[in-house]
């Protein structure tokens, strides 16, 4: 529409900013909104496509989630430590896809540096999920989520460390996905768990998230981890036969924490791919119940020591009520940081601490490689595994906040994929309690292309990602 | 296995993050929660299990020691509080 200019750059802007005045004081998806600079670049941009020569992505507005450094615009990480931060830099992720004309529209809302599951940590107050005020969109990346879910937003970038992406994307009925790990750069996105972190997208179809990942990956020299392999052309690729595919249904998925009418929505959905030619069929991943317990010593051990950094002296909150340089250090923290952050910090420093290195952090490594093995062993027999991307549609705010250990849980089926280091999917499969529900999909290393060709065709054939949140007018 | 309130207000220190009482009870007993269920790993046999540093096993990538980029202070210093003729400033260390 706008190549054909039915539409114009600016006229779209002017939509989603109208939709987040209206909307977001009930929602609370965008802690910065870049009106100005967004409108001068969308006329810039429909200059560009009348003159005839746009890039791939002139014109399209986009939401960041506010760990990723933008130049010039305040990026807080949903922390009181980070509140007035302006970065003098953009990150790889945002700059790719500005080179290539896609326009920021504003930073959405996340849990304090990516630490949650519910967007409840976030020190500007939680998002509401916009199928239910009430519930939780999810998190960490829940900003992002409901920002595309409630049309404030075309698409959408957000981080998964452990689920950040699949598990918002699964709670507000889109399509999230977390590529491989070292697929997307991670210079410039607010470091937690420096091995497990990984950029990625929340839009409305397979189809939106093909075109914009073909900007968003890619080798970076800034980013040592990044990977030096060649980014397919993935819109290419979506309509490619899925006939004969071969998918493993993991038995550990279905345990007594996913309640019955969404396993059954589950089996609704396989019979959906089956029609498509899909073979399915039962495997066992047998170190998957190991997951959660091994993240949360890789994950806290990693952020405290990325966390460190935040001292108050060169960016960051600083309280100057004291000459004690070391009291100092101890109240920016203290005041800086929420109750969720320092929570991961001390079990952080805990389990590297002397005396608990190996019975912690080498133990739970050694378990990682088990857990990423047992899918090297599954892949050589499929081509992907399928299951659910969560045990239970969103819960309500405020009912899991004061029990960590549960609200961790909630993971359990994400958590594998960003230990083993893979790329997943999160597509809707339907309602439970007219709550959206989501399948998600795990393919082997940088086989984004197959997620998104099976997600693509699952959704040619049903319409649950084209559902609306009811109360919200009409995009 | 269950940590002591102690313990949390030690780590604490370590970790330069300064707590209220309150604050150490909840997490004493928060945290015993969390090393309980991380203690699932324990009963799991990995002898001869390398441990995992990198998901994709990748060796670090060295680049040559060339200068990159400019020294810009000032626009660095912009981000800062507290800041004099290009140094940042902290509480008096040396009297």
């Known amino acids: 529409m706008l190549r054909s200019r039915d539409i114009s750059s ?107 599951s519910s967007n409840e940590t976030s020190y500007f107050g939680p998002v509401h999920n916009p199928w239910d005020l009430a519930r939780s969109p999810g998190g960490s990346s829940g900003g992002s989520a409901v920002a595309v879910a409630a049309g404030l937003a075309p698409i959408a970038l957000g981080t998964d460390t452990g689920g950040s992406i699949r598990q918002p994307a699964a709670f507000t009925g889109i399509t999230g996905l977390k590529p491989s790990y070292g ?33 968003l990956a890619g080798f970076d020299p800034l980013d040592s981890t990044s990977v030096e392999t060649t980014v397919p052309k993935y819109s290419q690729s979506l309509n490619a036969s899925i006939e004969g595919k071969v998918v493993g249904i993991p038995k550990e998925f279905f345990d007594e924490g996913l309640d019955a009418e969404s396993e059954q929505l589950f089996f609704e959905a396989i019979k959906v791919y089956e029609s498509l030619g899909v073979q399915f069929k039962d495997i066992s991943l047998p170190h998957l119940s190991l997951s959660v317990p091994t993240y949360y010593v890789v994950a ?9 950094r935040y001292d108050g002296i060169r960016y960051g ?25 320092k929570r991961r910090i001390i079990t952080g420093t805990y389990v590297l601490s002397t005396g608990y290195y190996d019975a912690y952090y080498l133990k739970a490594q050694k378990v990682r490689q088990l857990i990423s093995k047992d899918f090297k062993q599954a892949f050589q ?55 959206p529900f989501g399948l998600q999909i795990i393919a082997p290393h940088f086989a984004e292309a197959e997620l998104l060709n099976l997600t693509h065709l699952f959704q040619q054939e049903t319409d649950w990602h084209q559902k609306q949140p009811p109360d919200l007018n009409k995009v | 296995m269950s940590i002591k309130k102690s313990e949390i207000a030690y780590i604490s220190s370590l970790s330069k993050l300064k707590m209220e009482d309150i604050e150490i009870d909840n997490f004493t007993s928060q945290i015993s929660d969390i090393l309980k269920m991380i203690q699932q790993l324990e009963k799991v046999n990995t002898d001869d299990i390398e441990p995992m540093a990198h998901p994709l096993n990748m060796k670090q990538r060295l680049r040559m020691d060339l200068v990159t980029e400019e020294n810009q202070r000032e626009l ?18 040396i009297d």
């Open chain 1, 300 to 308: 806290p051990a990693e952020c405290s020591s990325n966390l460190a």
């Open chain 1, 10 to 116: 600016h006229e779209i802007l002017d939509m989603y900013m109208q939709r987040i005045s209206d909307h977001d004081t009930s929602l609370n998806c965008y802690i910065t909104l870049n009106k100005d600079a967004a409108l001068k670049k969308s006329i810039q941009a429909d200059r560009l496509i009348e003159s005839g020569d746009p890039l791939p992505l002139t014109g399209i507005p986009y939401a960041g989630k506010d760990i990723f450094c933008t130049q010039g615009v305040k990026t807080t990480c949903g922390s009181k430590m980070l509140e007035n931060f302006i970065p003098p830099y953009d990150a790889t992720v945002i700059s790719n896809l500005n080179n290539q004309g896609a326009i920021l529209m504003g930073k959405t809302n996340m849990d304090e540096f990516a630490m949650g």
């Open chain 1, 381 to 435: 027999d499929i081509d992907a595994v399928m299951g659910p991307t969560t045990q239970t549609p969103a819960f309500k705010i405020g009912e899991k906040i004061d029990d960590p250990v549960t609200m961790y849980m909630n993971d359990i089926y994400t958590i594998s994929a960003n230990l083993a280091g893979l790329p997943a999917i999160s597509h809707p499969c339907g309602f439970v309690q007219n709550l």
């Open chain 2, 76 to 93: 660095y210093q912009k981000n800062a509080v507290e800041f004099e003729e290009g140094f940042y400033k902290v509480p008096k260390v």
């Open chain 1, 183 to 215: 697929r997307c750069s991670r210079y410039g996105m607010i470091a937690f768990a420096s091995s497990l972190d990984q950029a990625g997208i929340l839009a409305l179809t397979a189809e939106d998230t093909a075109i914009l990942l073909e900007s």
């Open chain 1, 317 to 341: 909150y600083r309280h100057d009520e004291t000459d004690d340089l070391d009291d100092f250090y101890l109240t920016n923290r203290q005041i800086g940081f929420g109750a969720e952050v």
